[in-house]
């Protein structure tokens, strides 16, 4: 099965979702045309399986990051790594690409995908609490929704970049959101009396 859903994938990038066939798939994934249709029904299952891979991987990525003590280690670095590790997994992931070159044929990823970067916001903003006392629920709720929202948007425009573009703008992303979250994230200074 994961022979078809990476075969379609990639005719999905290369040829694009109409223009691909399911006899196509089945030569790309060196199968049968029966094979196909006894795991997906249409063309379509298949777009939708590799959509819902895409984001159980995406949650499991997130997971790494918020699964161990994710306030032990110096904010910056967590961002760093964070943004590292989905940017490669992007830039190399067949099927993330298929869904971004073709996501006009899902609403309901669309609607997932949003539903997902909720969910990161929200973990975010309890890795910011530990962090930052000194900022309001709301305001924290807010600064973590914008960071996981522009590095998305980071992320579908890196698709349809070369390697050496992407990393350029992914170093712009780490230094725009160092910046940003700098106010939220670091201890606050003393004032001098």
């Known amino acids: 099965m994961e022979r078809i859903l990476d075969a379609a994938a990639a005719l999905f990038v290369s040829n694009g979702y109409d223009a691909t ?51 032990s280690i110096p ?52 890795i910011f609490a530990a962090r930052s006392h000194h900022v309001s629920k709301a305001k924290r709720m807010a600064a973590a929704t914008l960071a996981v929202e522009v590095t998305s948007a980071v992320l579908v425009r890196s698709v349809r970049m070369n390697d050496d573009e992407s990393a350029d703008l992914f170093d712009e992303l780490k230094l725009l959101l160092e910046r940003y979250l700098a106010p939220y994230l670091d201890p606050p200074k003393r004032q001098k009396k």
């Open 75 to 126: 904010w910056r670095d967590l961002l760093h790594r964070s943004v590292d590790a989905y940017a490669l997994y992007h830039r190399h992931n067949l099927g993330f690409r298929a869904l971004l070159l073709n996501w006009k044929l899902s609403p309901e990823f669309i609607e997932a995908g949003e539903k997902l970067n909720r969910d990161f916001a929200e973990r975010a903003e309890k």
């Open 21 to 71: 066939t399911t006899d196509q798939i089945a030569e790309k994934a060196e199968t049968s045309i029966g094979s196909i249709y006894q795991f997906f029904p249409n063309k379509r299952a298949m777009f939708d399986a590799i959509a819902a891979q895409h984001l159980a991987d995406a949650s499991r990525l997130f997971e790494e990051f918020v699964g161990f003590d994710a306030t």
